[in-house]
């Protein structure tokens, strides 16, 4: 079954995460199955990856954002498995650091922006100052900002204002930009925080501060639906990825990269005169 992205795609309407599904029929009737195709995306997007590297012409950011146990590390970790970490850079961003706070909020991120030629990923972004810092408010108070410039009536639809100008600049100087909202089901989360506690090797994944933020989760929602509706453009598009089947959800965000990529039309550099002089003067040594 041949993947949509489109089908995925946040179009200019208001957002009800409601109607979007956190689970759909998968493309794969076996893990066979599933494996072979994640194989043939991982192929594809190392092929195009090399072409991407050696054009040099785009920059490509892919951002993750998601709830807790949503699968943002392992979506990551099977679909770049086959990418040559030399094109490829992944960041995490944790709670900000005391020098991070003296900046704007985006600054630590833009530092880790992809160069022209790479594929960069954020495993949460930026966005994380219009989704956490929405639903808990006393962060934004606690940032050092003037009290006139946190006025929480007006400071969340600036910070919109302020991602979407970034990303417009980004798209106007090579980048482009995937964003992907992986849409988990809160029954789903519960069920793996369970499988987190069972496994040893999981119980690190796990604290009680994951717990405290299930209460959030109707805030949360609101902040999603608000920040997808607010910052998915044209040129920076949202995609929500139904994300309680991990399996299928790899197959989707990994669609959507392919996607993303074949979409800049990239070819290898073309060889001049003086190039092929040169490779014929280095075969000539060569063969002595």
Known sequence: MKINSKDFRVRGEKVNLKKWPTIIKPFCNSKKGYQELLEEHVEALSSLQRLHYASGHYALLVIFQALDAAGKDGSIRHIMSGVNPEGCEVFSFKQPSAEELKHDFLWRTTCRLPERGRIGIFNRSYYEEVLVVRVHPEILRNQGLPKKLRDEKNIWKERYRSIVDLEEHLYRNGTRIVKIFLHL????????????????????????????????????????????????????????????????????????????????????????????????????????
Not at 250 to 260: C, F, K, Y
Request: glycine letters at 2%; proline letters at 4%; aromatic letters at 10%.
């Open 185 to 288: 089901s809160k029954n789903q989360q519960r069920k793996r925080f369970l499988e987190r506690l069972d496994e040893p090797d999981k119980n690190w994944k796990f604290s009680l501060s994951d717990i405290h933020e299930r209460k959030y989760w109707k805030n949360y929602t609101k902040a999603y639906e608000q920040c997808l509706h607010a910052t998915a453009t044209h040129d920076a598009p949202w995609y929500v990825v139904p994300a309680d089947d991990k399996e299928n959800a790899r197959l989707i965000v990994s669609g959507i990269v392919l996607d993303r990529l074949k979409d800049l039309k990239m070819a290898y550099p073309k060889t001049t005169g003086k190039r092929r002089g040169e490779l014929k003067l280095i075969a000539k040594h060569l063969a002595k």
